[in-house]
């Protein structure tokens, strides 16, 4: 009899691949929310792993808020294009219409084009199931996320309704008008996402390593001036700096950490030495992760 | 307080690639803790988070001002603040089950399973031991063997972990003392063998002060056995005892890029596969044998329990979601009753003789509870005599289902003998079972007939029977778009059967001629075994040119109103001619075949079809989508 030990990389790509064959299967008509970061590139690697040698059998949905880093925008019609999906892209009009900037508005940004964008784009494709990258590691409140989590038919997260969730057995069925957000990479943490981007090759935007880049500091930020809608302030003149992103989100709110890792390696030592010390901007970042998070959490997911 | 020994690896700083090398070859463990607060739980994980470093440093900052400021330890570091956190979503109605937890030490990826408070206790820690290969078993020394051990055991034991660790915790608040230790071992050895545990590792420990938890502690050198995190680091993981069973594998779902393609997908539940193997697809009991094991990185020579993967066969069997694969020669039992041992888990009781969808494997069927036989108490594990069970009881009832299905005692497969129940109304997950083993059906059970009526039978498929019945000439499409129809729907999860004409001639009508009074007993017999099949539930296809109006009215009035929808496939005559995919026509036209419609007999055109397919102007695709939106509005 052959013996093999799944190491725990193995395990969790097992898990995820069933979990998005479960989706595809009783389904109607499922969709992947791709925000083009880390845990949305190894989403949709998954995806290409278990549908081969189809192509995934869903389309890519991005909700854009028209303020993302330009890498992002050219990555994500790329990483469609090569996995053969179709990408639909929402950007919310009324946001549009109106004018909402990070600048001007603050947390009405976050809201106008993530949560009330996605509901849209969602009601506007009748979509049932949204695969979404989030994990339970990222936050202490987010440990005891089931990973197929049921919406109302206004969208609304009910959480005296959700549902155990025993073995590998998802309870999928709803009634008409319901939706369900399915997590399939849940049980990954961090390091293993990155460990599993390094093992597997997977494409990433370039922004998660360091380059030498134009940025401002704002209220202790550094932000990087990614196009020529940014407001500088008088007198304030970009300064080149070699950094990168542990997080990627609209290019004004997202911080950058001065450093030097230049390959995904050097990523993954700088990022675990950071849990040992305190780096220099880490728990300004952390917290700046943290708050991306609840945002993403409130309305995103 | 002992230092910790899981410093980060130096290796990180040094030679990142080494380390990347090392960790990408780690194992992992999931394991749940049972245990009440007061037995030091949340102190345990958050001591094993810490311990392994998973902590940042300005965590352990606001950690040690916590703890100064909250915290229950007089200004030691509080490790149960680090997991605690729920009690605020708790009293918000948050409903929760399991709360996972994740850590890494350098050999291994642990995903611990916390199950939080009293109350929910029984639902909450068989949801978290569901996906568990060890569990710990907390005690605290002071108090011994307590109900709650008896049944968090229980749960353990049921649920079929069977690596099962007892941490006698704060032996720190016993002066380390060997003898009430061995007094608790001893006392707890009896409980366990009389539940069925045979094997389990005793560790005395203390949470709080860290003895026996990262390394072996000088507090208790009587102790002579693995400290805690080095024994969850080593005990072999109950996957390597799957890959020793015959392979099986539930089929997910069918890919199919390309007709030149069919994988089965799904997830490895017992047993190893490579190209060649014999397999048998049960129910059905095909046989084949495997012709690739096809990835994204190219073919593979072999694949184990516990891998998702995607199989194609070398015959071309009928195989589906919900089937099972297994090795030729080790078939599975197949069955339609079982007698089960159930977690009751929602707040409405159970209804015997009602129908829940159970979900098994990757199928879902309906299933009938009776009675149960008993409920077993979990704290003394006696039986005692039940009606019904209530949210968190467990008892023992036997179980009808609607068709038959391959399984294994969960003891065996937890993959094929591990199921859910669903409420069919509100689809929530209201219970887990496990099936105890099959029942023969003649001796132990009453045919219900008269109690299942129609609706029941539709009820049961989900859907609303229909006949949808399509007339037009001879070669105007009809049995090909049927045939994608029934397709369609099929995809849709729909029960469908079509009865074609020419089909129903092989064996049911095979005495009937072409005859104008053949061609309408034909039509009343084809009426009437849809008939039936609607009253099964099912949604019926038919595809006969039905040339007469009055026959086709007559089949209409057997059903009940609104489920005869008939579709007139519209192709003029010439069309159909042209076609003549048969050479039907030809024959006609030479007097080789008599009464032939639209040649030698006529054709009556309905008045008010439901649908009327112009087949110059549609495609049979579209015509099967409009009969569709027709269907399931």
């Excluded at chain 1, 109302?152 to 969730?165: C, M, T």
């Excluded at chain 1, 700088?270 to 609840?294: C, F, P, V, W, Y």
């Excluded at chain 2, 080790?330 to 007698?339: N, R, T």
């Excluded at chain 2, 219900?448 to 029977?465: G, L, S, W």
């Amino acid at each position: 009899m052959t013996q093999k030990t799944l190491t725990h990389l193995q395990r969790l790509e097992a898990e995820s691949i069933h979990i998005l064959r479960e989706v595809v299967a009783e389904a109607e008509n499922p969709v992947m929310l791709y925000s083009v970061g880390k845990d949305s590139a190894v989403m949709l690697h998954l995806a290409k792993k278990a549908f081969y040698p189809a192509p995934p059998p869903f389309p890519l949905l991005h909700v854009d808020t028209t303020w993302k880093f330009q890498d992002m925008y050219k990555l994500r019609d790329k990483a469609a294009k090569d996995a053969g999906m179709e990408l639909l892209v929402h950007r919310n009009p009324e946001a549009a219409e109106r004018g909402i900037n990070p600048f001007d508005h603050g947390a009405l940004h976050t809201d106008m084009w993530k949560t009330e964008g996605l509901k849209q784009a969602l009601d506007k494709f009748g979509f049932d199931v949204a695969f979404g990258g989030a994990r339970r590691d990222e936050e202490k409140s987010r440990a005891k996320e089931r990973v197929f989590s049921f919406r109302s038919a206004n969208h609304r997260w009910d959480p005296k309704n959700q549902r155990p969730e025993l073995w590998n057995l998802y309870n999928a069925r709803k009634a008409k008008g319901e939706s369900v957000r399915v997590f399939p990479i849940s049980n990954w943490t961090e390091l293993d996402i990155w460990q599993y981007i390094h093992l597997e090759g997977i494409e990433i935007v370039p922004l998660y390593f360091s380059a030498p880049r134009p940025t401002v500091e704002r209220d202790g930020l550094l932000i990087m001036v990614d196009d020529d809608r940014f407001p500088l302030q008088d007198g304030e003149t970009p300064q080149m700096r070699s950094v990168r992103f542990r997080t990627l989100g609209c290019y004004p709110l997202t911080g950058a950490v001065e450093s030097e890792a230049k390959t995904l390696p050097e990523v993954i030592q700088e990022m675990l030495l950071t849990t040992t010390s305190e780096r220099q901007g880490r728990a300004i970042d952390h917290d700046q992760a943290a708050s991306m998070e609840k945002k993403k959490q409130e309305g995103y997911f | 307080m002992t230092d910790p020994i899981y410093k980060t690896d130096a290796l990180i700083a040094e030679d990142i690639d080494a380390y990347l090398e090392a960790h990408q070859h780690k194992t992992m463990l999931r394991f749940i803790t049972c245990g009440s607060v007061d037995d030091g739980k949340s102190t345990l994980i958050g001591r094993l988070l810490y311990d392994s470093k998973m902590i940042f440093e300005d965590q352990l900052a606001t950690l040690e001002a916590d703890s100064k400021r909250v915290g229950t330890q007089g200004g030691n570091i509080d490790f149960a603040l680090l997991v605690d956190g729920l009690a605020a979503e708790r009293e918000q109605g948050i409903t929760i089950d399991v709360a996972y937890r994740f850590f890494a030490t350098e050999k291994r990826k642990f995903i611990v399973a916390d199950t939080p408070g009293h109350e929910q206790y029984t639902r909450n820690m068989v949801t978290g031991a569901s996906t568990a290969d060890l569990a710990v078993i907390l005690i605290d020394a002071r108090k011994g063997v307590l109900t709650q051990t008896r049944r968090h055991s229980y749960l353990v034991q049921l649920l079929g972990i069977k690596n099962v660790v007892l941490a006698v915790n704060k032996m720190d608040l016993v002066d380390y003392d060997q003898a009430t230790y061995d007094a608790i071992i001893e006392d707890y050895t009896n409980f366990a063998r009389s539940i069925g545990i045979e094997e389990f590792v005793a560790i005395p420990i203390s949470g709080l002060a860290g003895d026996n938890i990262a390394a072996h502690s000088d507090t208790m050198p009587w102790y002579t056995g693995p400290a805690l995190l080095p024994h969850l680091e080593e005990v072999e993981i109950s996957n390597t005892v799957e890959q020793e069973q015959p392979f099986s594998m539930p089929v997910q779902w069918v890919n199919r890029p390309n007709l030149d393609f069919r994988g089965f997908a799904g997830l490895v539940a017992t047993g190893s596969i490579r190209p060649g193997d014999s397999v048998r697809v049960l129910p059905s009991g095909k046989t084949s044998e495997v012709a690739r094991i096809v990835s994204l990185e190219g073919d593979r020579d072999l694949a184990v329990a516990g891998e998702s993967v995607t199989l194609t066969l070398k015959d071309e069997i009928d195989c589906s979601r919900g089937q099972v694969i297994v090795a030729a020669q080790a078939p599975l039992e197949v069955a339609d009753q079982f007698e089960s041992t159930i977690v009751w888990m929602d707040e409405h009781e159970m209804v015997p003789g009602r129908a829940y969808w159970m979900k098994i494997g990757t199928q879902t069927v309906s299933a009938t509870i009776q009675h149960p036989k008993y409920e077993v108490n979990v704290n003394t594990q006696e039986h005692l005599a039940a009606k019904t069970l209530d949210l968190n009881a467990i008892g023992v009832a036997n179980i009808t289902l609607d068709r038959e299905i391959p399984f294994d005692a969960y003891d065996n497969n937890h993959a094929l003998g591990g199921f859910i129940l669903i409420d069919k109304i509100t689809n929530a997950t209201v219970a887990a079972g496990l099936i105890n083993f099959a029942l023969r059906r003649s001796t132990n059970v009453h045919w219900q007939a008269t109690d299942i009526d129609r609706a029941d039978h539709a009820a049961m498929k989900n859907q609303k029977p229909a006949v949808v019945w399509l007339t037009g000439l001879s070669g105007s499409g009809k049995s090909t778009i049927g045939n994608i129809l029934e397709k369609k729907l099929a995809r849709m999860n729909r029960h469908t059967f079509l009865l074609d004409g020419d089909n129903v001639r092989h064996g049911l009508n095979k005495d009937l001629g072409f005859t104008e009074a053949d061609r309408i007993e034909n039509i009343r017999r084809v009426g009437e075994v849809a008939k039936l099949m609607t009253d099964a539930g099912l949604i019926v296809i038919t595809a006969f040119i039905s040339p007469f109006r009055s026959e086709r009215d007559m089949v209409r009035s057997m059903m009940q109103p609104g489920e005869f929808v008939e579709v007139f496939v519209d192709t003029p005559l010439e069309v159909a001619e042209e076609r003549d995919v048969k050479g039907l026509y030809a024959k006609a036209r030479s007097g080789q075949l008599k009464n032939f419609t639209g040649i030698d007999s006529p054709y009556e055109a309905p008045f008010n079809a439901e649908i009327r397919i112009d087949t110059t102007a549609m495609s049979p695709e579209e015509a099967a989508d409009a009969i569709i939106d027709r269907l399931i509005p």
